[in-house]
């Protein structure tokens, strides 16, 4: 199936997607904090830039995003366009994270 939307147009909504501040990781952080956890937000001398970090914990947490980072569960589904593209894509962040988890 073709795009709808103009490749311009396409970048600009690809463009607006947010990397941090994103719903789920508020509502990890009013969670944690509710309880009395306190933590850092994107630590950038720490691998991988952890969403959260609990210092007295020495505990990183990453809240990743099921498409983004191809998750085994029902809200991650491959586009059926650029396939090969995506594929490489997500192939890649999913190595990332394998690599920063070990850095940590």
């Known amino acids: ?3 709808i939307v103009s490749p311009s ?4 909504m690809m463009a607006g997607i947010k990397s941090k501040d994103t719903k789920p990781e508020v509502l990890i952080r009013i969670a944690l904090h509710r309880r009395g ?3 850092r937000l994107h630590r950038s001398d720490l691998p ?8 007295k914990y020495k505990s990183a947490i990453f809240v990743h995003g099921c498409f983004w980072h191809g998750h085994d569960c ?3 589904k491959l586009p059926k366009s650029n396939t090969d593209f995506w594929s490489e894509k997500i192939s890649a962040n999913q190595k990332r994270d394998a690599s920063t988890h070990i850095k940590l």
């Open 1 to 3: 199936m073709a795009d």
């Open 9 to 12: 147009k396409r970048s600009q």
């Open 37 to 39: 956890l306190r933590y």
């Open 48 to 55: 991988g830039k952890p969403d959260l970090y609990l210092k």
């Open 74 to 76: 029902k809200y991650f």
